[in-house]
């Protein structure tokens, strides 16, 4: 079945900089790809999606790339800040399985300010 | 809009109980799907529904079970508990579009379930 890896499993960056997560899908079939972000205690928001038509998407100082040949989709934080420490899941669905997330193992993201 | 719902926020159960945790989707959503939530497995998907049926299911057992109602509120049930199901039950709703099967899904707080 579909699977998702996620790398890296943690990450810290200094306020400021840029943060880069990485997230391989198996099937081809699949053609949605969610981000959420999860605080501590809290539910997981979602913070930018993608679909298979679309290569790349930007809302502010986020953005995820998709390389539909190579199967892989990657998130893209800017300027971090502190309020960015969170751990974030990647996902994949594929058409077929409707709203069915296959999701990564996450990523622990720390800002160091 | 009131976003998703979810009722118990904490239950605490016993080996071989059952259990039945509530998710009410964003007034309009017709979609609802339910995951797991552990440290060692991460979030996994267990079922959704869509119209009163059950569109997809994970790969939990058969003591994994749930319903949803006209109103598109939804349950999930677990009979015989094992210490192992203590995890954050999450459910997500979503719009369910016509001619968009996946969907963009806003989970509720989730229930945490403790089995002892």
């Known amino acids: 079945g579909e699977n998702v890896e996620q790398h890296p499993s943690t990450l810290s960056v200094q306020e400021g900089d840029s943060a880069v997560i990485k997230c391989t899908y198996s099937?081809?079939?699949?053609?949605?790809f969610p981000w959420y972000k999860q605080e501590l205690g809290k539910r997981p928001q979602l913070i930018i999606d993608?679909?298979?038509?679309?290569g790349e998407k930007k809302d502010q100082r986020i953005a995820v790339t998709l390389n539909k040949t190579a199967k892989h989709f990657s998130l893209h934080i800017t300027e971090t800040q502190p309020e960015d420490s969170a751990v974030y899941f990647c996902a994949a669905s594929i058409e077929k399985y409707g709203n069915k997330l296959v999701f990564g193992a996450g990523t622990i993201l720390r800002v160091k300010s | 809009k009131a976003g998703v719902t979810q009722t118990p926020r904490y239950l605490i159960k016993t080996r071989g109980q059952q259990v039945t945790l509530s998710c009410s989707p964003i007034s309009g959503h017709r979609s609802v799907s339910w995951y797991q939530q552990t440290p060692g497995q991460g979030l996994q998907f267990l079922f959704e529904y869509f119209s009163e049926t059950q569109r997809n299911k994970g790969n939990f057992p058969g003591r994994f079970s749930g319903r949803q109602f006209s109103n598109s509120r939804s349950e999930m049930n677990v009979s015989t508990l094992e210490l192992g199901d203590s995890a954050l039950y999450l459910c997500?709703?979503?719009?369910?579009?016509?001619?968009?099967?996946?969907?963009?899904?806003?989970f509720g707080p989730g229930t945490r379930l403790t089995v002892l």
């Open positions: 099937d081809s079939a699949s053609n949605y």
């Open positions: 997500a709703s979503s719009l369910a579009r016509q001619g968009r099967t996946a969907d963009t899904q806003y």
């Open positions: 993608i679909r298979s038509n679309v």
